[in-house]
């Protein structure tokens, strides 16, 4: 039988890629530099496979890696989970959890199925409203823990996840050409809102916002409807939406990014504790997956194409 993979080495594998070093790593894990390049070495024997390659003056990971990187840290939460299961110190109370509901849509699932298996004795009270009103309950100390919107100008949170903010519309319904832009988004105070606005401004493009709401349900099925244009997270996405872009005279938009704010005062250990899942869950989660589907003239769908359709593939 084959020899199993050893969690030491795959602890350091994955120091590695989130430090961006072996020196860097070498800190985390408490070992020596040459210990760690020791343990990469013996981990591609084990695999057979290269896992890094020169890059400059410093290495990155090689497609194989890639591979790895996702079956190592599913590997280290599960061994996490087994070991927490049958912890006699297990922690207890409440955790008041908030996020909007889009991410709670997208990544509580994770979040708590994980949490809860491994804390079983923890209840999850779980609120879902905007950004800018869980950061007011936060300040008040009605919260524990918030996910929400990054933005530095308004509060202050960890991020813990960046990727792009995408227009989308319906994949079923052709836009209406010469008419202003329909938009589907949340309030005024919304953070995505008012990106997409002061872009299609910049741009010089015309646009009226037809459904207002902080609902992401009540957003998407304007979409979906055909009845407007929105802004998601490229992870938010969802069948039978389409992406914009620049060549259906939509402007570029800076990416997204996720934030994480705790409750001064609250347990460092029930910190901890759900601020890993937190972070871990956003890592498993994979980009849409674009179908190799031929565009109008006949050419798969690439990065120089008017529009994709997305199909989502999660990793859990």
Same mark, same amino acid.
């Given at each position: 039988?084959?020899?199993?993979?050893d969690?030491?080495? %795959?602890?350091?594998?994955i120091a590695? $890629?989130?430090?961006?070093s072996?020196t860097?790593?070498?800190?985390r894990?408490?070992k020596t530099q #040459?210990a760690v390049s020791?343990?990469?070495?013996r981990?591609?024997?084990r695999v057979?496979?290269?896992l890094?390659?020169?890059? @400059?003056r410093?290495n990155?990971l #090689?497609? !194989?890696?890639e591979? =790895?990187l996702?079956?190592a840290?599913r590997?280290?939460?599960?061994?996490n989970?087994?070991?927490a299961a049958f912890?006699?110190?297990r922690l207890?109370?409440?955790l008041?959890?908030?996020t909007?509901d889009?991410y +709670?849509d997208?990544y509580?699932p994770?979040?708590?199925g994980?949490f809860a298996k491994?804390h079983?004795n923890v !209840?999850?009270?779980?609120?879902?409203?905007p950004s800018?009103?869980?950061?007011?309950?936060?300040?008040r *100390?009605e919260?524990?823990? +918030?996910l929400?919107?990054?933005n530095p100008?308004a509060?202050q949170?960890?991020? $813990?996840?960046?990727?792009?903010?995408?227009?989308?519309?319906?994949a079923?319904?052709p836009?209406?050409e010469?008419?202003?832009v329909?938009l589907?988004v @949340?309030?005024?105070?919304?953070n995505w809102r008012q990106l997409?606005?002061s872009? &299609?401004?910049?741009d *010089?493009?015309?646009y009226? $916002? &037809?459904?207002? #709401?902080?609902?992401?349900? $009540?957003?998407?099925?304007a979409v979906?409807a055909?009845?407007?244009?929105?802004?998601?997270?490229?992870?938010?996405?969802r069948? *039978?939406?389409?992406v =914009?872009s620049?060549?259906d005279?939509?402007?570029?938009?800076p990416?997204?990014?996720?934030?994480?704010?705790k409750r001064?005062?609250?347990s460092?250990?029930?910190?901890?504790?759900i601020t890993d899942?937190i972070t871990a869950?956003?890592?498993n989660?994979?980009?849409a997956?674009?179908p190799d589907d031929?565009?109008?003239?006949?050419?798969p769908?690439g990065?120089? #194409?008017?529009t994709?359709?997305?199909? %989502?593939v999660p990793?859990?």
């Amino acid at each position: 039988m084959s020899a199993p993979l050893d969690i030491d080495q %795959l602890q350091t594998f994955i120091a590695i $890629v989130d430090t961006g070093s072996f020196t860097k790593a070498a800190d985390r894990v408490f070992k020596t530099q #040459s210990a760690v390049s020791m343990q990469m070495r013996r981990l591609e024997e084990r695999v057979g496979k290269q896992l890094f390659v020169k890059d @400059g003056r410093g290495n990155r990971l #090689s497609l !194989e890696g890639e591979k =790895l990187l996702n079956y190592a840290r599913r590997i280290i939460r599960l061994n996490n989970e087994a070991i927490a299961a049958f912890d006699d110190n297990r922690l207890e109370g409440t955790l008041r959890i908030g996020t909007p509901d889009d991410y +709670a849509d997208r990544y509580m699932p994770e979040i708590i199925g994980r949490f809860a298996k491994t804390h079983p004795n923890v !209840e999850l009270f779980i609120v879902c409203e905007p950004s800018v009103d869980l950061a007011e309950k936060m300040t008040r *100390g009605e919260l524990d823990i +918030a996910l929400v919107t990054h933005n530095p100008r308004a509060r202050q949170s960890d991020v $813990v996840r960046t990727e792009p903010l995408c227009w989308v519309a319906s994949a079923n319904h052709p836009l209406k050409e010469d008419c202003p832009v329909p938009l589907a988004v @949340g309030r005024r105070d919304c953070n995505w809102r008012q990106l997409a606005c002061s872009a &299609l401004d910049a741009d *010089g493009r015309d646009y009226q $916002v &037809l459904f207002t #709401s902080w609902s992401s349900t $009540v957003v998407a099925s304007a979409v979906l409807a055909g009845l407007a244009v929105s802004v998601l997270p490229e992870s938010a996405l969802r069948p *039978g939406m389409k992406v =914009l872009s620049q060549a259906d005279g939509f402007p570029p938009l800076p990416p997204v990014q996720i934030g994480l704010m705790k409750r001064p005062g609250l347990s460092p250990s029930l910190a901890n504790a759900i601020t890993d899942h937190i972070t871990a869950c956003l890592d498993n989660i994979s980009p849409a997956v674009v179908p190799d589907d031929l565009d109008a003239d006949g050419k798969p769908y690439g990065k120089g #194409s008017r529009t994709r359709n997305l199909q %989502l593939v999660p990793n859990w």
